[in-house]
């Protein structure tokens, strides 16, 4: 499988299953040193999203992530929201490459199972152990295009790099129902319910920079 990856900014399409969670402080992975969790009385906020990747976007491919959500920089033009990635998994050799060598996104490769009959049901697990399973039922009709912004702060070799995204999404509400594997590397969710639940549509999204 092939390891060549488009410059940054990629250019990429398709749809998420997204849940928000709330989740103490001291349960959280460890976050990279350069940047800082945001929390409320001494609880964090966690996003997972279930992705596929598809045309017309330069990459195809499957995803799982959590992002931890983290204090934006202070600077003139950033960002207001902004969350670094502590855990995600692809099954493109391709994608996880350019998410190291690029952001230094953490992207390891796993096995995924997407399942869309009566809803979606996704599940993900490495050669060593499986990771989660989560079954999500949308509510009601995708609302209009709506345009979204944010960073993704990670570090390469001790050094904070900030990465822009821009997306553009339809969204709808829906309900979700988690497994978490509570000795996985998703453990500090197992046994919780997330906040909020969405169905991603017609994403389109623009990560990264343009490089001069």
Known sequence: MSTDYPDEPWRLAGEAFVSVWVVPRRALPRVTDTVTPLTIGGRAV????????????QLSYHELLATVAVRPERRAGAHLAAGSITEIWVDDEASRAGGRELWG??????????????????????REEWI??????????AGPFVPAAFSIA?????????????????ARFATAVWTVNPN?????????RPLINAHLRDARLLFGRHRR
């Open 184 to 192: 996985g590397p998703l453990s500090y969710l197992a046994g919780r």
């Open 46 to 57: 966690v996003v997972t999203a279930w992705i596929d990747y598809t045309p017309p976007g």
């Open 154 to 170: 990670q570090s390469i070799s001790g050094r904070s790099l900030v990465s822009p995204v821009r997306a553009r999404v339809r």
């Open 105 to 126: 996104i953490p992207k390891d490769l796993a096995t995924f199972e997407f399942d869309r009959f009566d809803g979606f049901t996704a599940s993900a697990s490495t």
């Open 132 to 141: 989660a399973t989560a079954t999500f039922t949308p509510r009601g009709p």
